[in-house]
């Protein structure tokens, strides 16, 4: 595990995975690299995270209008009635409601708002999340991000990537003591990912966060927590 005792550091790790404690999955890249690359695709994930691991998510698209509306048997189709049948298949997630509005008049914003009952249920490839207890009331937080991609393309690819950044946002169940992101607010933490800069590489980015919490348990969250370590 690094060293987080210096607050604020504000420098996204590269290429380090840490200890492998607990993994806890989040969707914040459900398609693939190609689709990617032709839709000029920004990713904004959202998360409000209570101490047993429920909680509160919102991702949002920004796509092409032509990506929105492509046939459904070019597998490449990104709308919301698609990222709310991915999220309510999840085991615990409850979809509250779905949208879509025009950005621009070339692109679209997609989005899906949910309820989770535990974040470890939603998976995907490119990115995970780690939540470790450090013992005295404090916890750690990793976010591991994973962008694959073609070094020969990266001149082409920038070009078409050009101011656009995908952003992770979290509030936490208590006060932020340290991170490597921008804190928005005591207990929250925005990690921005600009597309320009990573596009065309293999990257391996690491998001990190130490925050305080409430070490008094009641006897339900007692009972979760040894349901949890049986399974």
Request: with cysteine; aromatic share 10%; net charge positive.
């Amino acid at each position: 595990m690094n060293d987080m005792s210096k607050p604020n550091q504000n420098k996204l790790e590269i290429g380090r995975t840490g200890r492998k404690p607990h993994y806890l999955f989040l969707a914040i890249t459900m398609i693939s690299l190609i689709a990617l690359v032709n839709s000029c695709i920004e990713i904004h994930a959202k998360f409000k995270l209570n101490a047993d691991g429920s909680g509160y998510g919102r991702i949002d698209y920004v796509i092409a209008k032509g990506i929105y509306s492509a046939p459904d048997e070019e597998k490449l189709a990104i709308n919301e009635d698609k990222l709310a049948e991915i999220i309510a298949k999840k085991e615990g997630f409850k979809v509250i409601r779905t949208g879509s509005a025009y950005e621009n008049e070339n692109m679209m914003r997609v989005w899906a708002e949910f309820e989770f009952k535990d974040i470890s249920k939603l998976s995907d490839a490119f990115s995970k999340y780690t939540v470790e207890d450090l013992g005295n009331g404090k916890k750690e937080f990793r976010g591991h991000y994973r962008i694959r991609g073609e070094l020969h393309q990266r001149e082409v690819l920038k070009s078409m990537f050009k101011d656009l950044n995908s952003t992770i946002e979290v509030e936490f169940p208590g006060k932020v003591i340290s991170t490597n992101g921008k804190t928005v607010s005591s207990r929250k933490v925005l990690w921005i990912i600009p597309a320009e800069e990573y596009v065309g590489r293999d990257v391996d980015l690491v998001f990190v966060a130490q925050f305080e919490y409430n070490k008094k348990e009641g006897i339900l969250e007692k009972i979760k927590r040894k349901i949890k370590n049986v399974f």
